[in-house]
């Protein structure tokens, strides 16, 4: 019980969920660590843009990940497919239940890496762009291309987190994808590409 964190950082997740179970709080926080930052992000675009309620869903999401811990069967899902369905669902309740639409204005600018101030001007015109053009898809369209190109999880996986058939994400994700190239296609120019 307690192994240093260095000694997990590599250990798979359903591993870390399983030493968690154990009483290992040392599996826990690399875990979290691991997730809950793409999570967070996955909520916050699909809450468009209001982080308060992303971290909400995030904990809770994770809180729910910790309860299942000592019943996890490995063969289940990989824990961050796991994850992403519960966040997804916690997501689209919160969605349906408001009933509102957020302000892009009030939720702030992603962090960016950029060093130059043109550079991060730039980037914050189009990530603010793409964050506006994601929120005029619809929710199962805004899910599956943010699961899908934002969060990097493969078809097989989005299948299973939104619970529809892998051609279903490939459809999901296809429209999603004109809808925001049609969107975005006239401020190119004024975006910098082209």
């Known amino acids: 019980m307690g192994q240093c964190s260095s000694d997990l950082d590599g250990a798979p997740d359903h591993a870390l969920l399983a030493a968690y179970a154990a009483g290992d709080l040392a599996a826990a926080r690399v875990l979290t660590a691991r997730l809950a930052p793409r999570v967070l992000g996955f909520a916050a675009r699909m809450l468009k843009g209001d982080r308060a309620e992303a971290e909400d869903v995030t904990q809770e999401a994770m809180?729910?990940?910790?309860?299942?811990?000592?019943?996890?069967?490995?063969?289940?899902?990989?824990?961050?497919?796991?994850?992403?369905?519960?966040?997804?669902?916690?997501?689209?309740?919160?969605?349906?239940?408001?009933?509102?639409?957020?302000?892009?204005?009030?939720?702030?600018?992603?962090?960016?890496?950029?060093?130059?101030?043109?550079?991060?001007?730039?980037?914050?015109?189009?990530?603010?762009?793409?964050?506006?053009?994601?929120?005029?898809l619809s929710e199962r369209q805004r899910q599956a291309v943010v699961l899908r190109h934002i969060e990097g999880l493969a078809n097989p996986e989005i299948a299973e987190v939104m619970d529809i058939s892998v051609e279903a994400v490939e459809s999901l994700t296809a429209r999603g994808k004109r809808a925001l190239a049609a969107a975005l296609s006239p401020r190119r120019e004024e975006l910098g590409y082209g």
């Open 63 to 136: 809180l729910r990940l910790w309860k299942i811990a000592p019943d996890w069967q490995q063969d289940q899902a990989k824990v961050s497919t796991w994850l992403f369905r519960v966040a997804s669902n916690l997501c689209l309740d919160r969605l349906r239940r408001a009933g509102r639409n957020v302000d892009l204005d009030d939720a702030g600018e992603p962090a960016d890496g950029t060093p130059g101030v043109v550079e991060r001007m730039v980037a914050a015109d189009r990530a603010a762009a793409l964050e506006a053009a994601l929120a005029t």
